[in-house]
């Protein structure tokens, strides 16, 4: 069936709204005003709808228009996808992947994950964004990465579990938890200070993988954090793959909690785009599979 409205049509009506006018429209567009209004009233006509009204100098969505309006947004959304897609497929390998990582995923299982893919595709560049829980649903949402690997699902995308990560409950050999003598409870911590690594997400759980306690130290890097408790500066859970060196040579010595001491965070693999991911992001996608599985 075809159809009688254009994506330039419905880019018109879209900038109208988010512009809040048809002469900021037609600004932002490089379009004459009447041109936009035209496109506007094509839609009203072909549909038999209002989709604005006039209040003062402003146009205001009505009802339908609102409908309309998300309509029409997921609608372009969807043809740029498309487009950007077809470019990078007709392409070939992509000229850059834009990887978005949980910091816990293990560095150098990243890093020889992106060399085995160098070595078939040189000339792709990859940027890695490291990022922290909600820090990776960012980069997938707002269209920044074209992978990432993420310890959530944010809503709308799919994923595979790559790894568990386990996080251990440690502390300096020399704190003073480790001189009480006994199992320690979570109110055994109240007392001393908490090292945590802060979301890089925009909106940020202050409650995520902390206990409650008086004294806390937020940081943005798991080495700070690692290196904050191994001057006994505090306790923290932080991921066996980063701390063996420091757990062999008894700078760091697991706590004696009760329960909770060892926590475990799922990290997923997801592909921003599944149905439109050019050959340099499927090739990747396969390496990452196949090196996490080798490595546990």
């Known amino acids: 069936m075809s159809t009688h409205i254009t994506l330039e049509q419905w880019r018109s009506l879209i900038e109208v709204v988010d512009a809040g006018g048809y002469a900021q429209a037609a600004e932002r567009l490089c ?13 009203e006509t072909l549909l ?31 043809a740029n996808e498309l487009e950007k897609a077809a470019h990078k497929l007709s392409a070939g390998w992509e000229a850059i992947i ?15 994950c992106f060399q085995r893919f160098s070595l078939q595709s040189p000339s792709t560049r990859i940027e890695l964004i490291e990022s922290v829980l909600g820090g990776t649903s960012d980069a997938l949402l707002s269209g920044q990465v074209d992978l990432a690997i993420s310890p959530q699902l944010p809503p709308g ?3 595979e579990i790559l790894m568990r990560i386990r996080l251990q409950a440690v502390a300096h050999i020399d704190h003073p938890l480790h001189h009480l003598g006994r199992e320690l409870s979570y109110r055994d ?3 001393y200070r908490h090292v945590v690594i802060r979301d890089s997400g925009t909106k940020r759980d202050q409650r995520t993988a902390t206990v409650e306690v008086d004294q806390r130290w937020t940081v943005s890097q798991v080495a700070t954090s690692i290196q904050a408790v191994s001057m006994g500066y505090g306790f923290a859970w932080l991921p066996e793959e980063h ?13 004696p ?38 490595n546990h």
């Open 243 to 255: 701390i063996r060196e420091e757990l062999r040579a008894g700078v760091l010595k697991p706590l």
């Open 189 to 191: 911590l109240r007392a």
């Open 98 to 112: 834009t990887v978005a990582a949980e910091i816990l995923f293990p560095s150098e299982l990243l890093l020889n």
């Open 48 to 78: 038999g709808i209002k989709a604005f009204e006039i209040k003062g100098r402003r146009a205001i969505l009505t009802s339908t228009g609102q409908m309309l309006y998300r309509r029409a947004l997921a609608l372009v959304n969807e």
């Open 31 to 43: 379009k004459s005003q009447s041109a936009v209004s035209y496109a506007v009233q094509k839609i």
């Open 257 to 294: 909690l009760k329960q909770g001491h060892i926590r475990e965070i799922p990290l997923y693999l997801i592909l921003a785009n599944p149905d439109f991911a050019g050959s340099g992001v499927r090739c990747l996608a396969n390496i990452l599979r196949e090196l996490s599985k080798n």
């Open 157 to 159: 995308f799919l994923g």
